[in-house]
């Protein structure tokens, strides 16, 4: 089936399998690796991206699904004047170790903070819940959350 | 993982979803949310034929007041149930269930039609349609049919919906203003419940209690809610929670956990009302 989405801004038109889940679609068809497979169960969150805005985990949503729609990836936050808010917060309070989780990371609380531009630690933690980090204990993370808050939120 | 092979149609309408079934008669599922059905998928423990999205069926996605009953559209995200204005002041056990489902991505893209409809025995908004002596509307080629929460289902991932029915609306009697609670234990944050409890008081007095992860389907711990109609103490009655019910025993939980935890948790809530 022919599918149209628009990734970062950019029309893409493909013929893909029913069955082809978005991450694949956004992997091995885009070659946009950003977006990371782990758990491939929704269960880790790395492979979170925006789907109209909303953060979804793409291992669990069908490319078919996502056609005509708009998805933002890690690799559409940056802008011409550098990383977003929150990939800087994560840079400056160390909120990654290997890196593994981080895009679903930075998905995730770019979603969490367009929702809630002042969240409390407690509501990072509740919205980050669908998100899993091996390295850094979560303090960090939470931590690059409240810095993107005070330094311009889910731009 | 990745499903096995599939057709995929994206339905228009309802009746358009109504037709696909009929026309593929068992060899068609419905893909609300997907996260129910796309993880059995890519685990191959479902391996549908055709899936009929029925995703962007945006009129099956609503709360509103019906007479002394809140109707609530199939397609309701969980994330909706979490903040709609009218389910907090009818039915707040229904955003006290959903807010606790999963994660927000979760959320964002699970339907209370499709959790109900997937029957999942430990299915955390099962608990509260079942406390709630919810009603669920199915439509097939027939016409509509009005299933009663409590007969809805039949045992694990079974329900009384047919091959060509679908889920259109669940129908809610308004318990504003009505103590509830809703409790659940699980092994990590974002996990099942292993054992969860749904409690909404009656305006009459009493409690209508129910039990997930408790057996092969959701029920009612109706030993629990005559106990408390009698006016039996309610941690003596949450000591009660367990009877009558086959808990299931596997690599989560031992039915004597299960039971354990059932009694815990209904007092609990119980408590808490």
């Known amino acids: 089936m022919r599918v149209e989405i628009t990734v970062n801004g950019q029309p893409h038109s493909a013929e893909v399998e029913s069955r082809l889940l978005l991450a694949h679609f956004l992997r091995d068809v885009l070659s946009l690796t950003g977006t990371h497979v782990g758990c491939d169960t929704s269960s880790c969150g790395a492979c979170t991206v925006l789907l109209d805005g909303v953060a979804v985990k793409s291992c669990t949503v069908l490319a078919a699904q996502a056609d005509g729609c708009a998805v933002t990836t890690i690799e559409g936050l940056a802008g011409p004047d550098g990383l977003s808010p929150v990939q800087e917060g994560f840079r400056q309070c160390h909120g990654l170790q290997c890196g593994y989780c981080t895009p679903g990371m930075v998905m995730a609380a770019t979603a969490l903070l367009s929702e809630r531009p002042d969240p409390s630690e407690q509501e990072i933690r509740d919205g980050l819940k669908g998100n899993m980090c091996r390295c850094t204990g979560y303090q960090m993370i939470v931590e690059s959350v409240q810095w993107a808050a005070a330094n311009g939120g889910a731009r | ?273």
């Open chain 2, 1 to 273: 993982m990745i499903p096995a092979g599939f057709s995929y149609v994206r339905a228009g309408s309802v009746q358009e979803a109504l037709d696909e079934l009929a026309r593929h008669g068992g060899a068609a599922r419905l893909l609300a949310g997907g996260h129910s059905l796309l993880p059995a998928m890519k685990l191959r423990r479902a391996e549908p034929g055709v899936l009929v999205d029925i995703g962007r069926l945006g009129e099956l996605s609503y709360v509103r007041v019906d007479g002394d009953r809140i109707a609530v559209g199939a397609l309701t995200s969980h994330r909706t149930l979490e903040r709609d204005p009218l389910v907090a002041e009818h039915v707040p056990l229904l955003a006290a269930a959903a807010c606790r489902i999963g994660d927000p991505q979760v959320r964002n893209r699970g339907t209370i039609g499709g959790s109900l409809a997937h029957a999942d025995p430990a299915a955390d908004l099962a608990a509260a349609v079942l406390a709630l002596d919810g009603v669920l509307v199915a439509r097939g080629p027939s016409g509509v049919r009005e299933i009663p929460a409590r007969e809805f289902f039949t045992g694990p991932r079974r329900s009384a919906l047919a091959a060509d029915e679908m889920l259109t609306e669940i129908r809610l009697p308004a318990a504003g203003g009505l103590p509830y609670a809703f409790e659940k234990f699980s092994r990590r944050a974002l996990d099942w419940a292993v054992v969860g409890v749904a409690v909404q008081s009656r305006p009459g007095g009493g409690a209508a209690v129910a039990l997930i992860g408790m057996g092969p389907t959701p029920l009612r711990a109706t030993a629990v809610e005559e106990a408390l109609a009698a006016g039996t103490p309610a941690a003596e009655a949450a000591g009660l929670a367990s009877r009558g019910c086959e808990p299931p025993d596997n690599v989560v939980a031992s039915s004597a956990y299960r039971a354990h935890l059932a009694e815990v948790l209904v007092g609990r809530a119980l408590t808490a009302l």
